[in-house]
């Protein structure tokens, strides 16, 4: 049973085009995370949050608790924005262990 | 920037042979951590480690495995008897504060090759 899921798992845009990644979750959590994997491997953290929304730049993280789903959009699309997006969540029931989401894999066309 | 740093970032070894993993977190960091990546698959946590003890671990992270913080600054993960399903990327990270409330920063990776 998957406790995170994320859609799409491949997602490909054309440069500019706005794109939106959904992630939902089917326990209790104290945090969502939203984690960008490089072409090479390389893991960074891009969004930390418990409630409403986060924007950096060009990407924008909202949650609702309720509903148990967070998405990630990134506006102005740009080739350079072409890797894995990974969503883990905190789940509080569970010892509190990082889960983490099957990734959407982005690409973006020039 | 502070970062977190791990070595090497390529491991082949053979079956049944110990490794070491190391990483050293950022400076001011007290929260740490191991995860592992096989091939095409999710990452999946192994173990969270605070205040010199394990805080969780996963049932991944059975005796074959260990961690250890001995000298302050490096964070290692010892695997005892390497399978051939051991073979994965394993990535440290550390956190200032509990990652519920903090973000986590992620070392570039050890790439572990059992053969």
């Known amino acids: 049973k998957n406790e995170v899921e994320q859609s799409p798992q491949n997602l490909t845009a054309q440069e500019g085009e706005f794109i939106t990644i959904n992630c939902s979750y089917s326990?209790?959590?104290?945090?969502l995370h939203w984690l960008q994997q490089h072409p090479g491997g390389g893991i960074v953290s891009l969004f930390m949050l418990s409630s409403g929304k986060k924007k950096h730049g060009r990407l924008i993280a909202t949650i609702n608790i309720q509903e148990k789903h967070s998405s990630l959009h990134i506006t102005a699309s740009h080739p350079r924005d072409s890797a894995v997006y990974i969503c883990a969540v905190w789940i509080w029931v569970a010892g509190n262990k990082l889960t983490f989401g099957g990734g959407t894999r982005v690409l973006v066309k020039p | 920037e502070p970062e977190v740093t791990q070595t090497p970032s390529h491991q082949v070894t053979q079956m049944g042979q110990e490794v070491i993993l190391r990483c050293v977190p950022i400076s001011n960091h007290l929260y740490f951590y191991w995860y592992r990546q096989i091939l095409g698959q999710k990452v999946e946590f192994l173990v969270s480690f605070y205040n010199n003890e394990i805080s969780e671990k996963s049932e991944i992270f059975d005796d074959q495995f260990s961690v250890e913080r001995p000298d302050g600054s490096n964070f290692t993960l010892k695997i005892r008897s390497t399978k051939l399903e051991d073979s994965a990327m394993y990535f440290c990270?550390?956190?200032?504060?509990?990652?519920?409330?903090?973000?986590?920063?992620f070392g570039p990776g050890t790439r572990l090759t059992v053969l």
């Open positions: 326990v209790g959590i104290s945090a």
């Open positions: 990270a550390s956190s200032e504060r509990d990652s519920t409330t903090d973000t986590q920063y």
